[in-house]
Every structure is written in structure tokens, then in C-alpha cells.
């Protein structure tokens, strides 16, 4: 039992590139996420599902999209990484609404 | 809308001394609460969780937190602190009933002094 695992780990783009980020869940969720944590500003969502075929803009949703492509996993795209963009990446799933959240280990991005 | 507030940007103790990580929440009703912690370069692993009943919880690696609905708090205790307690910490507030996600404080970065 893997838990929520993502890859990859650690990745380094030029401004423009375009990428996908990979989340799985073995834990039968129903709700995922993916949130970016920057310095001293805590976690913030950029989108969720709350369920397999739905799709949630978060706090944070502009220069990504997401796509819940079954009910293990949840990826984010970035058409066009900005520096701005430059972050540490978790996703997450829970059972269902508002319960605990389980994180994965995080992707740590650059972009140059 | 929810929100989180960790007055503590960084904390110091003494290996041994108790510790307080006091979190204060906005939200209208009684939300769920949760502390997790986050050690470098990990992932968020959840310490406790509130969603009703008994307001002191308790929960791993011997951290409690006490609800206080008048003071709208959650602070985070420990009698005695260890080395491997260093770490950030955060606060999370969630709405129940609700799928959309859950609210995070900024954190408190917390140093152990052998």
C-alpha cells in the first residue's frame, strides 16, 4: 500500500516548457488534489476533484490545468511554465468531504 | 470563507521543554482541524484531527491539541519536546460537509536546541 505517490520528484524547465505532473492514489479516494506550498505562504490549492469526472478550480488555478483521468489519478499540466511557477507540488487525496488529507511526497520545480 | 492564522512564523525550544503552537481559525461553525507536520523536504503527515466530541485529542508521537470554540483556537502541545520534533508545523481548518479542500495556516518552523 503505496499511499499517494507522485512523480516526478524533482524537475527543471525553461520558461515556455510545457509539463505533467503525475499523481496516484491506492487508497480508493474519492476526493484528489493538488496544492503548491511556496515560503511562508502555507499550502495553496490550485485545483481539486472531488470525485472521478469532476474538476475544481482552486485558490490558485491560472497557468495549469488538471486532469482526473480515473479514480487513482490526478495529474497537473503546466503549457507554459513561468518562474513564477517555480514551487514544491503535493498532491493529495481524502475519502470524501473535508476528512484528512494524504499527501504525497511532493515535486519540487524550477523553472529558469 | 475559512481561514488559518499561526501567529508563530518560528519557534525555539530546548530539547525537553514543553512546547505551545497556538493556531487560530475564522470559520462560522465548528469546522475540522487538523495539525500536520512536515519535516524537510517530506510531505505532510497528519499529527491529529478534531471533528467533534472530546475537545482535547490526542494524537502521534505524543502532540495533543485542546479545540477551544470561544477563543476559536487549536493550539498544538507537547510536554517535552525531542530533537526529532524539529520540523514546520501546520494548522489546517475544513468545512464540513464540503469536498472543496482545506485551509492551511502559513506554518511555524520549529527548532530543537540540544
Known amino acids: 500500500n503505496a499511499g499517494v505517490t507522485q512523480t516526478p520528484k524533482f524537475q527543471v524547465l525553461k520558461t515556455g516548457q510545457s509539463m505533467t505532473l503525475q499523481c496516484a492514489q491506492d487508497?480508493?479516494?474519492?476526493?484528489m488534489y493538488w496544492y503548491r506550498q511556496d515560503p511562508g505562504m502555507g499550502l495553496r490549492l490550485i485545483y481539486y476533484?472531488?470525485?472521478?469526472?469532476?474538476?475544481d478550480k482552486g485558490e490558485v488555478p491560472n497557468g495549469y490545468n488538471v486532469s482526473r483521468l480515473n479514480k487513482r489519478e490526478f495529474s497537473l499540466r503546466l503549457e507554459s511554465a513561468a518562474p513564477s511557477q517555480t514551487s514544491v507540488y503535493f498532491c493529495?487525496?481524502?475519502?470524501?468531504?473535508?476528512?484528512?488529507?494524504?499527501f504525497g511526497p511532493g515535486t519540487r520545480l524550477t523553472v529558469t | 470563507a475559512q481561514s488559518v492564522t499561526q501567529p508563530d512564523i518560528h519557534i525555539t525550544v530546548s530539547e525537553g521543554a514543553s512546547l505551545e503552537l497556538r493556531c487560530n481559525y475564522s470559520?462560522?461553525?465548528?469546522?475540522?482541524l487538523f495539525w500536520y507536520v512536515q519535516s524537510p523536504g517530506q510531505g505532510l503527515q497528519l499529527l491529529l484531527k478534531y471533528f467533534s466530541g472530546d475537545t482535547l485529542v490526542q494524537g502521534i508521537k505524543g502532540f495533543e491539541a485542546e479545540f477551544k470554540r470561544s477563543q476559536s483556537s487549536f493550539n498544538l502541545r507537547k510536554p517535552s519536546v525531542h530533537w526529532s520534533d524539529a520540523a514546520e508545523y501546520f494548522c489546517a481548518v475544513g468545512a464540513p460537509g464540503s469536498a472543496r479542500q482545506l485551509t492551511f495556516g502559513s506554518g511555524t518552523q520549529l527548532t530543537v536546541l540540544p
Open positions: 470559520y462560522g461553525a465548528t469546522p475540522y
Open positions: 476533484s472531488a470525485s472521478e469526472g469532476t474538476t
Open positions: 493529495a487525496s481524502n475519502p470524501g468531504t473535508a476528512r484528512e488529507q494524504y
Open positions: 487508497m480508493n479516494h474519492n476526493s
